[in-house]
């Protein structure tokens, strides 16, 4: 396969996937903000998805309306939903001879959809209706992948965007908001707000997830322990990274990225909160996770797109 196509495919899975988690957490936000005395904590969401630096140059004041035209309409935001969209547009169109024709079709009749909103027009359909909009179209979108593409380096190059996408998703949200809703001098128990851990899990799609694995009200140390250990949950780190490690061992074994995802993945496999915690606060395990997670990124680029 060229190199050109294994990075147009991969980034084009990266860029749906990150698409959909930036709904997921506006959505949260969003909620959280219209329940009494909630207070949506907009400024994590900046935070999150790296773009609080473009934030402030451009709009300054921290207000629900500039946050939500930032992150799902600006043009100059990369991690904007429509950004977002019209790059995993523009890869799949890239490489519409080897996707299967529905993938394209699917995707360009969401970024024309798009095209046509506006932060009035969703305020006055409701932003509920958007965030559900952007869910369906995303999860049609992979959906079409693993079911409609056959199983060869294509495939594998998109399953590795979407989870590589995944895990540093899933990391960056348990940094930030783990230390918002549970100061190092907290308690387990004692400042537990439950509805900002429930949108916390429900921003991850883990909400049904952890009351099947736990059977309990939210507790800030098993949501962390089932995000990062957990391998039946699907949106976990662990789980992403066997994701990962699977793909890259079917397109080479003799790789230093499946060497060193593989390294990863064992410690996620076989680790545990209390362990990670004995050493080093979790933030600490948290950021050189997302900084592996992107070296890894420019190690399996080193090794199938130059």
Same mark, same amino acid.
């Given at each position: 396969m060229l ?11 990266r860029?749906?996937e990150?698409?959909?988690g930036?709904?997921?957490l ?14 949506a904590?907009w400024d *994590?969401?900046? $935070?999150?998805? &790296?773009? +609080? =630096?473009?934030f ?10 500039n946050?939500l035209n930032f992150?799902i309409f ?8 429509f950004?977002?969209i019209?790059?995993g ?7 519409r001879s ?5 993938m394209?079709?699917s995707?360009n ?5 798009m ?24 999860e ?5 992948t693993?079911?409609m593409?056959?199983y ?10 979407t ?5 540093d ?5 348990l940094?930030v908001?783990?230390?918002i809703?549970?100061p *190092?001098?907290? $308690?387990?128990? &004692?400042? +537990? =707000? ?5 949108e916390?899990?429900r921003s ?8 099947a694995?736990y ?14 250990f ?5 949106r ?5 990274y066997?994701?990962?490690?699977t793909?890259l061992?079917?397109?080479r074994?003799d790789?230093?990225s ?5 390294q990863?993945?064992a ?8 362990g990670i ?5 979790l933030?600490?395990f948290?950021?050189?996770f997302v900084?592996?997670t992107?070296?890894?990124s ?8 130059l």
């Amino acid at each position: 396969m060229l190199s050109r196509t294994a990075d147009n495919i991969y980034w084009m899975a990266r860029m749906v996937e990150r698409a959909q988690g930036i709904v997921r957490l506006l959505e949260a936000a969003y909620r959280m903000d219209r329940l009494p005395g909630g207070g949506a904590g907009w400024d *994590p969401i900046l $935070t999150i998805s &790296g773009q +609080i =630096d473009g934030f402030k140059s451009k709009y300054g004041e921290l207000t629900s309306k500039n946050v939500l035209n930032f992150m799902i309409f600006d043009q100059d935001n990369p991690s904007s939903v429509f950004s977002c969209i019209r790059a995993g547009r523009e890869n799949t169109r890239s490489e519409r001879s080897i996707l299967p024709e529905e993938m394209f079709e699917s995707i360009n009749t969401t970024w024309i959809d798009m095209q046509g909103l506006y932060y009035d027009s969703l305020e006055q359909s409701g932003f509920y209706e958007f965030f559900e909009w952007v869910k369906d179209r995303t999860e049609l979108f992979r959906g079409q992948t693993v079911s409609m593409m056959v199983y060869d380096d294509a495939f594998q190059f998109a399953r590795m965007g979407t989870y590589i996408e995944r895990a540093d998703f899933t990391a960056r949200l348990l940094d930030v908001k783990y230390h918002i809703l549970l100061p *190092p001098d907290a $308690t387990d128990r &004692g400042l +537990i =707000d439950y509805y900002q851990w429930g949108e916390m899990l429900r921003s991850v799609g883990g909400w049904h997830a952890y009351r099947a694995i736990y059977k309990e009200a939210p507790v800030p140390s098993k949501i962390a322990e089932m995000l990062i250990f957990n391998p039946i949950f699907p949106r976990s780190m662990n789980s992403a990274y066997g994701e990962i490690v699977t793909s890259l061992g079917a397109l080479r074994p003799d790789t230093l990225s499946l060497k060193i995802a593989s390294q990863e993945h064992a410690f996620l496999h076989t680790g545990t909160l209390a362990g990670i915690l004995k050493e080093r606060p979790l933030h600490d395990f948290l950021t050189d996770f997302v900084g592996f997670t992107a070296r890894l990124s420019d190690q399996i680029r080193a090794d199938f797109m130059l």
